[in-house]
């Protein structure tokens, strides 16, 4: 991105850009940032404009590229989401996103399934009330381009289908070919136009792809593989936005904002964009003011429910939950948190059988854990089985929690629960019950002092 901001810098303008990834909140800023350097803020009126890429036709595209500004300078678009990018080449790496954002993120699966449905030329109507299972596996095979996602179809396909139903995804996909690349691309340079492209997922054998990356205008906007990265590139955007306000942040209230929001990239920006207007004149930002501005929100809710469930807290967990239902969280999007830390909590505790981990203490320190206990896990990724596989790739203190807290409960007894929560499941979907009150009894059951069987510290 600093490449691109420095030939903007020198006059250097590309027909075209592209910024894909992941990391929305990444793509958002290098979008500001070029916009910047090639528009004015008095001239965007009529030389800016912007095109949601899962409505927009590509015709609507290159009359927009087209047709000069008003003002006879340069025009620039912005295409959001752009689908000109996905083909069915990269169907394995969006199955593989759906998978591994349907527990944490179902939201964010959802929209990787929808673009799955548009490239795949599927229908949901195909797949609904169990037409999945009438395609044949050669059908899938084909469909998925050769992908391992076709091989667990059971396990997300239905639970994707769910989540997506609850969802808002109905609009249209551009229809842009091979021949389209070069139309956009050849005519936003004839014009001295200029075209900004956003995407999560591409496949870099698509044509304008291509024609955009050998331009060195392509940037990739996705999340860095290790914890320590991702915060020091989080660090890193945020001390520029501090400059760019004249601000600084106290060493505290970078710990606190970093406690309220995991150093997700996303969420401690706009947290932080936040504390920059609410601290008005005053240069130095203090922990106090992390303290009282950075307030509760959904993932908070969700941390304090899962939390308080491994603990067998039932106040916490009983107040958790009526605030997620007061915040407006779907009851089905509950049960698949609830149904998450069970499986978190079961997987630690068949570590703990094996002696792979050692015998939880309630009482140990998140560093005394990432000293001592979590690089016996890193060791261990390579070598992993199946039922480890979700608590590997969590986050060390997802991993601390689930350590800590699965001594309190048997497997029998979370595998117990895991059959409530099914339960629960189809009496939401097959009868009037009311989910508050299904809920809470079984928080009731699962925060019980005693499930009647040894528990793993016993």
């Avoid at 601000?247 to 309220?260: I, N, Q, V």
Wanted: aromatic share 8%.
């Amino acid at each position: 991105m600093e490449k691109i901001i420095a030939n903007l810098n020198q006059g250097k303008v590309s027909p075209c850009y592209l910024l894909y990834g992941d990391e929305e909140y990444l793509i958002a800023e290098s979008v500001d940032r070029i916009i910047d350097k090639l528009v004015p803020e008095t001239d965007r009126d009529f030389s800016l404009f912007f095109l949601d890429g899962e409505d927009a036709e590509t015709e609507d595209l290159l009359k927009l590229i087209e047709t000069p500004s008003l003002l006879g300078n340069r025009k620039v678009v912005v295409v959001k989401n752009s689908a000109f990018f996905s083909s069915r080449h990269n169907t394995a790496d969006i199955i593989q996103k759906i998978i591994s954002n349907i527990d944490d993120h179902p939201d964010k699966a959802a929209k990787y399934f929808h673009v799955f449905l548009k490239i795949s030329g599927m229908s949901l109507e195909d797949l609904q009330n169990n037409g999945w299972k009438k395609i044949s596996d050669e059908q899938w095979r084909e469909i998925l381009e050769g992908g391992n996602g076709g091989q667990e179809l059971e396990k997300w396909l239905p639970r994707i289908l769910e989540i997506y139903d609850n969802t808002v995804f109905k609009t249209r996909a551009p229809e842009g070919g091979e021949d389209d690349a070069e139309r956009i691309m050849m005519l936003a340079t004839a014009t001295g136009n200029c075209v900004i492209f956003t995407t999560p997922l591409v496949d870099k054998r698509k044509k304008l792809f291509k024609m955009i990356a050998e331009s060195g205008a392509a940037v990739y906007c996705g999340k860095l593989s290790s914890a320590a990265a991702q915060k020091d590139n989080l660090i890193k955007e945020a001390q520029h936005l501090l400059q760019k306000y004249g601000k600084k942040m106290s060493p505290a209230a970078w710990t606190e904002l970093g406690k309220k929001t995991g150093w997700d990239l996303r969420r401690s920006l706009a947290e932080l964009e936040k504390l920059i207007f609410f601290t008005g004149e005053r240069e130095i930002i203090e922990q106090n003011d992390v303290l009282e501005l950075v307030g509760k929100t959904k993932e908070d809710s969700v941390f304090d429910l899962t939390s308080a469930l491994g603990q067998k807290n039932i106040a916490a967990a009983l107040s958790a939950l009526k605030a997620l239902l007061e915040q407006g969280m779907h009851p089905l999007m509950i049960l698949t948190m609830l149904a998450r830390e069970l499986r978190l909590l079961i997987q630690a505790g068949i570590l703990l059988d094996k002696k792979i981990l050692p015998p939880c203490k309630t009482n140990a320190e998140y560093g005394w854990f990432q000293k001592n206990v979590y690089p016996l896990i890193a060791d261990r990724k390579e070598k992993s089985n199946i039922t480890a596989d979700l608590i590997f790739s969590q986050h060390p203190f997802v991993i601390y929690n689930a350590w800590k807290n699965c001594g309190n409960f048997s497997l029998s007894k979370l595998t117990d629960l895991l059959h409530d929560l099914l339960e629960i499941d189809l009496a939401l979907k097959s009868s009037g019950a009311d989910p508050r009150i299904l809920l809470e009894k079984f928080l009731v059951c699962a925060c019980a002092a005693y499930d009647g069987k040894k528990t793993l510290n016993q």
